[in-house]
């Protein structure tokens, strides 16, 4: 069955730095998606991506926060000056045809920041 | 905006047992869908089951299935022969079928299944 590949798995990063969280969506999906879920939370939208440009985001994605596809299969998450407050887990996801049939979610990022 | 309620923290059920697990919404939105995704300790999220909002009939996934009830604004999954891999948090969610890209989720239910 067709897998969101996210990757790394897990990145310590000191406060400050900068960080890139990479997604391999599913190859025919043309939607795409970030979202975090801090421990114990709920899982909130960050940003949704169609057609090589943001469709939506929310008050989280601030100008800390980038999304690009460089390369037709790629699709990074960049966030320019972590802060504590940024560790979370990541999920990227996509789907077929927006919320239609749901979306697939990758296996996530989870991100320490110290 | 979009609320979607789940009012259950935690629940537990018996191994072989039935447990319903429920879930509230509110939008004023006519075209949208439903889902179930379930998050097992790996925290991966995986999708459990989808309702169409302009269906009638209850989605069922094997020992997964709903209770839609549109104008209650209610979407409740239950979970039949439970067993000790059905053990996850299950997060309920909302997504607009022509509105916003998003998915608004509940806040989850933990649910653990006792041997």
């Known amino acids: 069955e067709p897998e969101v590949t996210q990757t790394p798995s897990h990145q310590v990063t000191q406060m400050g730095q900068e960080v890139i969280l990479r997604c391999v969506p599913i190859?025919?999906?043309?939607?795409f998606y970030w979202y975090r879920q801090i421990l114990g939370q709920k899982v909130e939208f960050l940003v949704s991506f169609y057609n090589n440009e943001i469709s939506e985001k929310s008050e989280i994605f601030d100008d800390q926060f980038s999304v690009e596809r460089p390369d037709g299969s790629n699709f990074t998450l960049k966030i320019r000056s972590t802060k504590l407050e940024d560790s979370a887990m990541y999920f990227c996801?996509?789907?077929?045809?927006?919320?239609?049939?749901?979306?697939?979610f990758g296996s996530g990022t989870r991100l320490t920041v110290v | 905006a979009q609320t979607v309620t789940q009012s259950q923290p935690e629940m537990s059920v018996q191994e072989a047992e039935t447990v319903t697990l429920s879930c509230t919404y509110d939008?004023?939105?006519?075209?949208?869908?439903l889902f179930w995704y379930k998050q097992p300790p790996s925290r991966q999220m995986i999708l459990v089951i989808r309702?169409?909002?302009?269906?009638?009939q209850n989605a069922t996934e094997n020992r997964f299935s709903v209770n839609f009830q549109k104008a209650a604004k209610s979407f409740s999954l239950k979970i039949s022969d439970s067993q000790l891999g059905d053990a996850a948090m299950y997060f309920c969610a909302w997504g607009s079928g022509a509105g916003s890209y998003q998915l608004t989720f509940g806040k989850g239910t933990k649910l653990s299944v006792i041997p």
């Open positions: 996801a996509s789907s077929v045809d927006r919320a239609r049939y749901g979306y697939t």
């Open positions: 939008t004023s939105e006519s075209d949208y869908y």
């Open positions: 309702q169409e909002a302009y269906k009638q």
């Open positions: 190859s025919n999906h043309l939607y």
